[in-house]
């Protein structure tokens, strides 16, 4: 199962990085990416919670995401904390999938993808952590 830990470390890496990227992107009046409906999520009101940039909140996920996945790959502990950490950051990706659809009326396609990213490290998460059906 250590092999899944660490892609997962990988996968969490690479969502810091791209939400870190969107974190910068979220401070500039527009969205210098040329992707479909990334203006419209970044000038929403719902692109920051408190003043702080929902990319922030990512990127913080991440943080958290990869430091658990590496000390579960390098010491074999905290492997059911990684798996409740990712069950909080699909309740906030399904949340902020409703806003883009039913609220905002545009998806961000990088947004999409550090959602992805996340979903990619509950599910590698959840086949090493939960347990296998014997038969």
């Known amino acids: 199962m250590r092999h899944l830990y660490l892609a997962s470390t990988v996968l969490a890496v690479i969502g810091l990085g791209l939400s870190l990227y969107l974190t910068y992107v979220s401070s500039l009046p527009y969205c210098p990416l040329p992707a479909p409906g990334c203006d419209q999520v970044i000038a929403s009101p719902y692109s920051k919670i408190l003043g702080v940039p929902v990319a922030a ?79």
């Open 57 to 135: 909140l990512g990127a913080a996920w991440f943080t958290v995401a990869a430091a658990l996945s590496l000390t579960v790959a390098l010491r074999g502990r905290c492997g059911r904390a990684l798996l409740s950490w990712c069950v909080v950051g699909v309740l906030g990706v399904a949340y902020l999938v409703y806003l883009e659809i039913a609220v905002i009326g545009a998806v961000c396609l990088y947004c999409t993808l550090a959602h992805l990213l996340g979903l990619g490290v509950t599910g590698l998460a959840a086949a090493a952590t939960l347990p296998r059906p014997r038969g």
